[in-house]
């Protein structure tokens, strides 16, 4: 049974940082992609990250870019997620996702190609 558990949620402080872990059993994350999702109240579940963990190939949100960093330790088999500058409206419940490799570059649009799901950890930010 595939299990996804992600971990590190919490307040911080606007400008602060947080990192997000996302520990896998059941499956090799270096077999499949693994993305985070983020939804805040009231809004659909948006792609934020997403890493090919076997090249290391990564993807991001726009409005990530240079602020989060996806990263995976195989021999862990755990991904990541480094959120640095965090603004007010980055406040979501963080999720992880499995997502058949073929699939990374188009999942962050479009989640419904994650194939395994976490249960998610609150990230708050505030101003």
């Known amino acids: 049974e595939v299990h996804l558990v992600e971990s590190g949620g919490g307040w911080v402080q606007a400008g602060g940082s947080r990192r997000l872990s996302c520990a896998a059993s059941g499956l090799m994350i270096d077999d499949y992609a693994v993305g985070w999702f983020r939804q ?9 990250a997403c890493i090919i963990s076997s090249d290391g190939k990564t993807y991001y949100r726009y409005s990530v870019k240079g602020r989060f960093t996806v990263s995976s330790d195989n ?3 755990t991904v990541y997620l ?4 965090l603004k007010p409206e980055d406040t979501a419940v963080y999720y992880c996702g499995a997502i058949k490799s073929l699939y990374a570059a188009v999942v962050l649009e479009d989640p419904r190609f994650v194939a395994y799901w976490g249960r998610g950890t609150q ?3 505030s101003s």
């Open 40 to 48: 805040a109240p009231g809004k659909e579940r948006d792609g934020v």
């Open 75 to 77: 021999a862990k088999n």
């Open 82 to 85: 480094q959120m640095n500058s």
């Open 123 to 125: 990230v708050s930010v």
